[in-house]
């Protein structure tokens, strides 16, 4: 890694100390919503959901607002909610509008999978998942974003200076599977991936 390299990643290091937190408006209404379905109380749950809502509504809580997005696109079976994609888009799509990073790097997984109402569109999926390092200095988008322009039949895609940026960042933040992606399929270009749900291979990191 080059110096310059290091300086330049060095302030948004220093900014990924703080942990990031869930509004206590949001923490409390989903724990709300979990101990209600944990025995059975519709009332407790209702409690949580309506406590989102008063966020997202009342207070412009965007923690709030992705949580209930969240609500709604899975449903509940205690409540006999099904689940509602085009709300949690619509949702979702107005958290976007307002830069909110958990909204772009879910949308940007849901453009790769083309699923939960989105049409697959890897290069859009890119755009987000790159605007959310360079607005909010996230390290697994860092390395989604990596590996995407790696396995790039697009050979524009395949800038090697940048994926080296993309991929050092998110091995210095510790994203799992970043420093074992690098060594295996970047620095010794040993195949390439064989991905049918991004999400689900993310997780399996």
Do not use: C
Not at 56 to 83: C, H, I, T, W
Not at 143 to 166: C, G, Q, T
Not at 168 to 192: E, S
Request: hydrophobic share 40%; glycine share 6%; no cysteine.
């Amino acid at each position: 890694m080059t110096t310059s390299l290091i300086k330049k990643l060095t302030p948004i290091l220093l900014l990924l100390i703080q942990p990031t937190i869930a509004s206590p408006l949001s923490e409390g209404a989903l724990k709300l919503i979990q101990t209600g379905n944990e025995i059975n109380s519709p009332s407790v749950v209702m409690s949580g959901q309506r406590l989102l809502l008063k966020g997202m509504f009342k207070f412009n809580d965007l923690d709030a607002a992705y949580e209930s997005s969240k609500q709604v696109r899975a449903g509940n079976r205690l409540m006999g909610y099904s689940p509602q994609i085009t709300a949690a888009n619509k949702i979702l799509a107005t958290l976007l509008k307002q830069g909110y990073d958990p909204a772009i790097y879910d949308s940007a997984l849901y453009l790769l999978d083309g699923n939960n109402g989105f049409v697959q569109d890897k290069l859009m999926a890119l755009n987000l998942l790159e605007e959310s390092v360079r607005m909010h200095a996230n390290p697994q988008s860092a390395f989604v974003a990596a590996v995407i322009r790696n396995e790039s039949l697009v050979p524009v895609l395949k800038d090697k200076r940048h994926i080296d940026e993309l991929i050092t960042f998110a091995t210095l933040n510790r994203v799992k599977g970043a420093a074992q992606y690098q060594t295996q399929y970047i620095d010794n270009r040993n195949g390439h991936l064989q991905v049918k749900n991004w999400r689900n291979w993310i997780v399996s990191q």
